[in-house]
């Protein structure tokens, strides 16, 4: 908390940032039924909570727009879209599909345990919450254990990402996907993971725990580890009114990353 306010204060805005951060804080605070009442409306629908509501907030970020009940984000409305719409009707005849969510968003997390199909796992370094604590570069699975990986916003803060995209091609069953976003804020990627100094970071990478800020190279690098990629934006999964009714105006894509059969076999190949 007090490397927020510090952060806060450093900023060129540091009174408006310090200022979401005392009002996100408090409204933390109140209870999920009291905010229900205090932002209810008709205008605006979250997709997660399924709260009807008279606006996002926006927070921190001037882009942010966040759910005041389940505090969603708009890219965890999007991809939920993404996994109700595209994913899980693909999974639907299956009765046993094992996935692994890292780091894992504790809005998202709450839907997909109530889904008796998925043989869930979350997990974390850091977060005690997550059912296993572990580290994504040295995933301690045996190859070929899940079906589906779900990671957002996380590569870029792991300093060596490519060995995290390399350990879940690994433990990805063959023809298994992981369901991966990045911010690409970038024209190539910039990636210094030994700068230390959280006033650092945000300066050169634009928030205090990255590392790296995410080119249009990123498929190229998640390509290096094996997997297919198909890029799905925002407009193939909603329209503009749905996405205004949903608070996903911000352009965010998703990265669905496919462990086929033939490039496996290249791969052994090549090594
Ligand atoms: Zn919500």
Same mark, same amino acid.
Request: net charge neutral; with cysteine.
């Given at each position: ?34 905010? =229900? ?6 205008? #605006?629908?979250?997709? @997660? ?13 001037? #882009?942010?727009?966040?759910?005041? @009940? ?5 890219? %965890? ?18 009765? %046993?599909?094992?996935?692994? !969510? ?17 043989? #869930?796992?979350?997990?974390?370094? &850091? ?22 990986? #779900? ?21 990805? =069953? ?22 230390? *100094? ?9 928030? %205090?725990? !990255?590392?790296?800020? &995410?080119?249009? *190279?990123? @498929? ?11 890029? @799905? ?25 496919? =462990?086929?059969?033939?490039? %496996?076999?290249?791969?052994?190949? =090549?090594?």
């Amino acid at each position: 908390m007090l490397l927020r306010i510090r952060l806060a204060l450093a900023s060129p805005d540091g009174l408006r940032r310090l200022v979401d951060f005392i009002s996100s804080q408090a409204l933390r605070f109140l209870p999920a039924a009291w905010r =229900k009442v205090i932002f209810a409306g008709h205008e #605006y629908d979250c997709n @997660i909570c399924e709260s009807q509501l008279r606006g996002f907030l926006t927070l921190h970020r001037p #882009y942010n727009h966040w759910c005041p @009940i389940c505090w969603s984000l708009q890219r %965890h409305r999007l991809v939920w879209i993404f996994f109700q719409r595209r994913l899980f009707p693909f999974y639907g005849s299956r009765n %046993h599909v094992k996935m692994s !969510h890292d780091a894992p968003e504790p809005a998202l997390e709450a839907k997909f345990r109530r889904l008796p199909w998925l043989d #869930y796992l979350s997990v974390d370094l &850091y977060n005690s919450r997550a059912m296993l604590q572990m580290d994504i570069c040295n995933i301690q699975f045996p190859d070929e254990q899940f079906d589906l990986i #779900y990671c957002s916003h996380v590569l870029e803060h792991v300093k060596d990402d490519l060995q995290a995209l390399r350990e879940f091609y690994r433990v990805l =069953k063959t023809g298994g996907q992981a369901v991966i976003l990045a911010p690409i804020t970038s024209p190539r990627t910039i990636s210094d993971p030994s700068v230390a *100094d959280p006033l650092e970071r945000e300066r050169l990478f634009g928030q %205090h725990d !990255h590392v790296r800020h &995410y080119g249009r *190279d990123f @498929i190229q690098r998640v390509e290096q580890a094996g997997f297919r990629v198909k890029v @799905i934006r925002r407009a193939e999964l909603a329209g503009d009114e749905e996405a205004k009714r949903f608070g996903l105006e911000l352009e965010e894509t998703i990265f669905l990353c496919e =462990k086929l059969a033939d490039s %496996h076999d290249l791969l052994n190949h =090549k090594s």
